[in-house]
């Protein structure tokens, strides 16, 4: 399983106060961490000796390319030598679309990087300015075709479904062209309201109400579903969960197991697009034990739901189905 070593560097090189972000609260972290430090901690986590093959350096929270030139080095020195021993597969950094030259990206891949992720958030020029963002969706376009132009990076995009004047129909349009672009791995992540931003004050002023966690996963399983069937990864669904971000947590769509729920979800749908045209009544479902918890779906909701309509449901494990599929059978 692929594993990422994740250095968070909050607030750092971000040249915006985008209308969700406090990075500090979405990382855990009370301050930015030094090249020093990161040394300490990847000789710490190498020390445990992971698996080169599935192991990767990330660095997540800030805007990773602009970061004063001698900062960034040095994080990319502390983390050079272990690249360079095949230790790991290589250097994944996170960063904004307007972050993307071709000086950067010459930099960052004489230090092996890897795989660059882009915070694109919408592709609407409107959503965006709403934000703050400081982009246009232009400047994702450019930064896409530059990443692909010079080759050998993996490509990574970054979205947020819920944003301060965002529509189904302007979300709808982003990710159509989010599949245009093509990129290799994706994040979606439901619009959630810190204490502490802008967005927290329109949220605290009724200015703005964000989709909560029963709207939101029905979409982000739609597009889990989909994007994965267009050979799309979608490497994150939801934020990482973490005691600072929960306890400045305001509204929208936070779920701890966020993913698990969407992937429950499907399971759900399936099943019922299985049971169409039938009388509802007693039914076994036969499914992979690894799916039996996203199923039954937290405090059994989804075993609750079924029944609602009229669909009551036992469960039989079985190895021999593949996980993410299930099979009904009628009593």
């Known amino acids: 399983m692929h594993g990422n070593i994740a250095v968070f560097i909050p607030h750092l090189g971000c040249p915006h106060a985008c209308s969700f972000c406090d ?8 301050r ?3 090249p020093e ?24 929270g800030g805007s990773f390319t602009c970061i004063p030139r001698q900062e960034m080095e040095g994080f990319l020195q502390a983390a050079e030598p272990y690249v360079k021993a095949k230790s790991c597969t290589g ?18 891949a004489r230090y092996g990087v890897s795989a660059i992720e882009l915070g694109a958030q919408s592709l609407s020029d409107a959503v965006l300015a709403r934000n703050r963002r400081g982009h246009t969706a232009e ?9 692909r132009d010079f080759g050998g990076f993996s490509l990574g995009l970054q979205v947020m479904a819920g944003l301060p004047g965002d529509s189904r129909e302007i979300w709808n349009a982003t990710m159509e062209e989010v599949l245009r672009l093509a990129p290799d791995t994706l994040r979606i992540y439901p619009t959630v309201v ?3 931003t802008r967005m927290g004050e329109w949220y605290r002023q009724g200015i703005y109400q964000p989709p909560g966690v029963r709207e939101s996963v029905p979409l982000c399983a739609g597009l889990l579903d989909f994007f994965e069937g267009q050979g799309i990864r979608v490497i994150r669904l939801g ?4 005691r600072s971000l929960e306890e400045r947590l305001l509204g929208g769509a936070y779920h701890p197991a966020f993913r698990e729920l969407c992937e429950g979800e499907l399971l759900v749908q399936q099943l019922i697009r299985g049971l169409a045209g039938r009388v509802p009544g007693p039914v076994t479902v036969r499914l992979n034990p690894r ?41």
């Open 194 to 196: 810190l204490d502490g």
């Open 23 to 30: 990075q500090r609260s979405i990382s855990g972290a009370e």
């Open 291 to 331: 799916d039996r918890s996203k199923f039954t779906g937290p405090h059994r909701q989804n075993l609750t739901r079924l029944a609602e309509l009229g669909w009551q449901v036992t469960i039989r494990e079985d190895t021999e189905i593949p996980a993410g599929q299930i099979l009904p059978e009628l009593e």
């Open 139 to 147: 400047d994702v376009r450019q930064a896409v075709s530059a990443i």
């Open 37 to 60: 430090e990161v040394s300490a901690l990847l000789r710490e986590a190498f020390a445990r000796k992971p698996d080169p093959a599935c192991t990767e350096i990330a660095f997540f």
């Open 32 to 34: 930015p961490v030094t």
């Open 91 to 108: 250097i994944r950094v996170s960063t904004r679309p307007d972050g993307i030259s071709r000086e950067v990206l010459e930099l960052l």
């Open 239 to 242: 934020l990482h969960a973490s």
